[in-house]
């Protein structure tokens, strides 16, 4: 493979599919004309010529596919999505509807009367370790530390001082064990479960890993569901609710750290890339303008060293 080919594959890996340009060291470059900009379909301008010691990859139909229920930006310009969840105020308002007596488009109000008010906080939980040698989900029930690890997670939680509004769970045996134990920490907090966030494969990792390999068809079945579980979820707040909440959701590593990727609008292949201990919390924060944070990944610097795994 040449130089200029695994370049070229490498800015793909690293666009996800919405940058169409990727600067890569590669030793100095002779000038190309001076610093004007070309114009960039959709307004924006790219650079006519690298500055020293960049070399400009154009796009290439070689990236890698993704899978077809992932949406990617349409067009150039900015890396985020505004109405990635399809909750924009904007998006949401026919603009092509008059008002019959004015003949205008009450836009101000009608967009006031779409916009979300309050920030949702999301805690996801990775489920605490659990017997592996289980051949049925049934089986695999928490080890005794496994339920040191939930009683400690419980603990933290509550801890924060937050009104917490609901706790969802994967129906799983160790994710539903899990919510069971943190819950008695958090009385009176109403909890759901879901086959939704159960755990699977979500999509084709990047880079491949030798020692986990499922077959296509697994990312085929899991990969759609673990999407759905993302919209049905992951989004900014309902327009009617007025304070912020904070929901809790225990479930799996790979499902949490595809919806981290997914949320933060990072390239959904690198999820495997991210590595969450058993009991942790992962805090995401979505504003009313539809920006996201991500405040913890993983975080179990509230358990002690030696009860910390990630099996």
Same mark, same amino acid.
């Given at each position: 493979?040449?130089? *200029?080919r695994?370049?070229?594959?490498?800015a793909?890996?690293?666009?996800?599919?919405?940058?169409l340009?990727s600067?890569?060291?590669?030793?100095k470059q002779?000038?190309?004309?001076?610093?004007?900009?070309?114009p960039?379909?959709?307004?924006s301008?790219?650079?006519?010529?690298?500055?020293?010691?960049?070399?400009?990859?154009?796009p290439?139909?070689s990236c890698?596919?993704?899978?077809?229920? %992932?949406?990617?930006?349409?067009?150039?310009?900015s890396y985020?999505?505004?109405?990635?969840d *399809?909750?924009?105020?904007l998006a949401?308002?026919?603009?092509?509807?008059k008002?019959?007596?004015?003949?205008?488009?009450?836009?101000a109000? *009608?967009?006031d009367h779409?916009?979300?008010?309050?920030?949702?906080h999301?805690?996801l939980?990775r489920?605490?370790?659990?017997?592996l040698?289980?051949?049925?989900?049934?089986?695999?029930?928490?080890?005794?530390l496994?339920r040191?690890?939930?009683?400690?997670t419980?603990?933290?939680?509550?801890?924060?001082?937050?009104?917490?509004?609901?706790i %969802?769970?994967?129906?799983?045996?160790?994710?539903?064990?899990?919510t069971?134990i943190?819950?008695k920490h958090l009385?009176g907090?109403?909890?759901?479960?879901?086959?939704?966030?159960r755990?699977?494969?979500?999509?084709?990792p990047?880079?491949?890993?030798s020692?986990?390999?499922?077959e296509?068809?697994?990312?085929?079945?899991d990969?759609?569901r673990?999407?759905?579980?993302f919209?049905?979820? %992951?989004h900014r707040?309902?327009a009617?609710?007025?304070?912020?909440?904070?929901?809790i959701?225990?479930?799996?590593?790979n499902v %949490?750290?595809?919806?981290?990727? *997914?949320?933060?609008?990072?390239?959904?292949?690198?999820?495997?890339?991210?590595?969450?201990?058993?009991?942790?919390i992962?805090?995401?924060?979505i504003?009313?303008n539809g920006?996201?944070?991500?405040?913890t990944?993983?975080?179990?610097?509230?358990?002690?060293?030696d009860?910390i795994?990630r099996?």
């Open positions: 493979m040449s130089v *200029r695994a370049l070229a594959l490498a793909c890996g690293l666009a996800g599919g919405s940058v340009l600067a890569v060291v590669v030793g002779p000038a190309r004309g001076g610093g004007d900009s070309e960039r379909p959709g307004g301008a790219v650079p006519s010529a690298a500055p020293p010691g960049l070399l400009l990859l154009p290439t139909a890698p596919p993704t899978a077809g229920w %992932i949406e990617r930006p349409a067009g150039g310009g985020w999505d505004s109405n990635w *399809r909750r924009e105020p949401l308002i026919n603009l092509k509807k008002n019959e007596e004015t003949g205008e488009e009450e836009l109000s *009608r967009l779409c916009k979300a008010k309050a920030t949702r999301i805690f939980i489920h605490s370790q659990y017997h040698d289980g051949r049925a989900d049934k089986d695999r029930t928490l080890t005794p496994g040191e690890q939930a009683e400690l419980g603990r933290r939680l509550a801890s924060l001082g937050l009104k917490f509004d609901q %969802i769970h994967s129906s799983m045996t160790r994710a539903t064990e899990t069971e943190i819950s009385p907090v109403k909890k759901i479960s879901t086959d939704l966030l755990e699977g494969a979500p999509i084709e990047d880079p491949p890993v020692h986990w390999k499922p296509a068809v697994q990312y085929y079945e990969g759609a673990i999407e759905a579980a919209r049905n979820f %992951i707040a309902d009617k609710q007025e304070e912020d909440s904070y929901e959701f225990v479930c799996h590593a %949490i750290r595809y919806i981290v990727c *997914r949320a933060l609008q990072f390239p959904p292949e690198g999820w495997l890339r991210l590595s969450l201990n058993n009991g942790s992962t805090h995401l924060v504003r009313p920006r996201v944070a991500l405040r990944l993983g975080d179990t610097g509230f358990m002690p060293p009860k795994t099996t």
